[in-house]
């Protein structure tokens, strides 16, 4: 019995803490714009080549 008085106020402090990280995330506009990303997969942009790779040196050109 004395660990369920240990894991009733853990849990409730657990929910407690979820609802305040999802009220701060619908206060500051995390979840306005969910179609956004979705469609922003589809686009073909230039800035989506691969990045070089700065481990080895470039050629030397003469």
């Known amino acids: 019995m004395s ?3 240990w894991l009733v106020p853990v ?3 657990m929910g407690l ?3 305040v990280a999802f009220l701060w995330s619908m206060k500051s506009g995390q979840l306005e714009d969910l179609d ?3 469609e922003r997969v589809l686009l073909n942009e230039a ?4 990045l070089p ?9 003469r």
């Open 53 to 61: 790779d700065l481990e080895q040196p470039p050629p030397n050109r």
């Open 36 to 38: 956004g990303a979705a």
């Open 17 to 19: 803490v979820g609802l």
């Open 47 to 50: 800035a989506d080549t691969p």
């Open 3 to 5: 660990l369920l008085a």
């Open 11 to 13: 849990a409730l402090g």
